[in-house]
């Protein structure tokens, strides 16, 4: 019982003094280990648009394929919609 008192306490000494090294160093972590994003926020939000540009020129010629009409940004976004409302509707309901 002593032993594993001992090591329960030596592991929360260990821990109190990463906790408080941690709240004295003026930085983040990020400045800590030097890291830096790769990507801007911006480029992120382009490459996106264009992730989804992609996806719907690719529906579109299925449905070329198919004579079915092209979809739109528009009728993208609202199928996210509904699809989101579908799940938030079933997550609700379990």
Known sequence: MGFLLITVGVIALIVLCLVLLARAYPGSGADLVD??????????????L??????IDAQNE???RRG?????????????REDEAIR???WRGL
Do not use: F, G, I
């Open 68 to 80: 079915e009409a092209d979809l739109t940004e528009e009728d993208a976004e609202r199928m996210a």
């Open 35 to 48: 890291w830096k994003p790769t990507r801007s926020p911006e480029l992120e939000a382009q490459l996106e």
């Open 62 to 64: 299925y449905r070329r």
């Open 50 to 55: 264009d992730d989804v540009q992609q996806m």
């Open 88 to 90: 938030e509707r079933t």
